[in-house]
């Protein structure tokens, strides 16, 4: 691995790097094509020539579940959940994983490592594992879903607990790649991961039959994931395979809102939040990497960015559960949250077609779900007593 394999951010923006294609060469790859299956299906518009070894779990080709009843009480003309919580390990990252670790692999890195709310460590430990490398995962002491850090356990990964929130992680892990130069970087700040996640857009703009909704709805932390979004999708419309560009709705926790905050005060900078605060641990995130690029994002879709409270998530994850038989974890039930706010202010009109993207799988959190309002009831192992309590 040498140095340039390592350098993340540009020297003089301190953005993220980002793969960037020219269009001469985004039409000799829309010319290839698409062919096979998931996130390799799209391999014309990754950054490979093909002869390298995949480091693959059989990851994308996520159901796109069109809605058959929430659609009709938010008035609207389509709306579909792309259930991402079907991923190898349960989450989108999977996706922008199987490229950076088949990256990691081509330059011949041993050891990864990743600062994570749960997600990211949980995928990067098991593409580690299938790729024969250490992992590290950097997380916050007691802020991370206990199913999240079962699978890291159970991949093997070393667990590093940082007394702190998911902000110092990184930045904690961050300083030590400056320094450290065994270690390949797998958070969204690695162009790779971008690279994979993007292929989101590409499956619903196929699943829809080769057409863009008016509207995609998406979770917003560390906003790699919006970025990734939108990238695949100008690249899409670039070529001319799409032939319009979907309005994003980038939506935050009310705790955790600095791009939203910037978006609606029309800054071109955030203001981080200190100590960030949500139910919905995976977007827990004040000082997010990618946040100038997100806001990029938004606005040239003409999009929107909304803000959530718990109660909206939690709403929003018993009614995707109950009403559409989808269980997601609290920060993908924000998308649908979001939504219903967007509606609600007037934002999104009614009879519009929407997308929103569910990033990862309710078995995630499972503490969580007792939040959600239920009925329970103990009984003797008696068949008439089972039946009084049924009431039938
Ligand atoms: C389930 C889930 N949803 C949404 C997000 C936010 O994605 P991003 O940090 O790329 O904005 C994450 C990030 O960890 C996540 O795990």
Redesign the pocket.
């Given at each position: 691995m040498s140095l340039k394999d390592r350098v993340y951010f540009c020297p003089s923006c301190k953005d993220p790097l980002t793969i960037v294609y020219d269009d001469r060469e985004l039409k000799e790859r829309a010319e290839v094509g698409f062919h096979g299956k998931g996130v390799w299906r799209y391999a014309s518009f990754l950054p490979f020539k093909g002869d390298e070894e995949k480091i693959s779990l059989n990851e994308g080709d996520t159901p796109l579940h069109v809605s058959v009843n929430i659609f009709r009480e938010l008035k609207l003309s389509f709306l579909a959940f792309k259930n991402e919580g079907l991923n190898p390990t349960a989450?989108f990252?999977d996706r922008g994983m199987t490229v950076a670790t088949t990256r990691a692999k081509q330059i011949g890195s041993k050891v990864v490592a990743c600062a994570s709310?749960?997600?990211?460590a949980a995928s990067c430990a098991a593409y580690a594992s299938r790729a024969n490398m250490l992992c590290a995962v950097v997380v916050p002491e007691g802020q991370i879903a206990f199913g999240k850090l079962a699978q890291s356990i159970a991949h093997g990964a070393k667990i590093i607990k940082v007394k702190g929130n998911f902000d110092d992680a990184l930045e904690t892990l961050l300083k030590l790649c400056e320094e450290n130069e065994k270690i390949y970087l797998m958070n969204?700040v690695n162009p790779f991961r971008l690279e994979g996640q993007k292929t989101v857009g590409f499956e619903i703009w196929e699943q829809m039959g080769r057409k863009m909704p008016d509207w995609i709805s998406i979770?917003?932390?560390?906003?790699?994931?919006?970025t990734a979004l939108w990238k695949g999708i100008k690249e899409l419309k670039g070529t001319k395979l799409a032939d319009k560009v979907p309005r994003l709705l980038g939506v935050q926790a009310e705790g955790a809102s600095p791009i939203a905050d910037a978006f609606h005060k029309g800054l071109d900078v955030i203001r981080p939040i200190e100590s960030p605060t949500t139910i919905a641990t995976?977007?827990r995130?004040g000082k997010?990497a990618s946040w100038r690029r997100a806001l990029k994002a938004v606005r040239e879709s003409r999009g929107y960015m909304v803000k959530v409270s718990d109660e909206e998530i939690v709403e929003a994850q018993k009614v995707l559960a109950r009403k559409e038989g989808i269980f997601v974890?609290p920060?993908?039930a924000s998308s649908l949250a979001g939504l219903k706010k967007a509606l609600d202010l007037g934002v999104i009109e009614k009879g519009s077609s929407v997308v929103a993207i569910l990033?990862?799988h309710g078995l995630k959190d499972p503490e969580a779900a007792q939040r959600l309002s239920y009925e329970e009831v103990s009984v003797k192992p008696d068949p008439p007593e089972l039946a009084k309590v049924l009431r039938i």
């Open positions: 989450s990252k709310t749960g997600n990211t969204s979770p917003v932390g560390n906003a790699g994931n919006i995976a977007i995130i997010p974890e920060a993908s990033t990862g």
